[in-house]
């Protein structure tokens, strides 16, 4: 469950980087943007690591 968290918030960055990089649906990667950012921190408070 641990690695599945980790390899969703880095899909999501990479998501979103794509969609910078594209100009397109603006609000739709930021959105996903933070759900990277709350799935990484999630992790972190929960005290586990890779």
């Given at each position: 469950m641990?690695?599945?968290?980790?390899l969703f918030a880095v899909v999501l960055v990479m998501?979103?980087?794509i969609g910078?990089?594209?100009y397109s649906l603006t609000g739709?990667?930021?959105v996903l943007l933070?759900?990277?950012?709350i799935s990484v921190l999630i992790?972190?408070?929960s005290?586990?690591?890779v």
């Open positions: 641990n690695s599945l968290l980790y998501g979103w980087f910078v990089f594209a739709l990667i930021h933070v759900l990277a950012i992790r972190l408070i005290g586990k690591t």
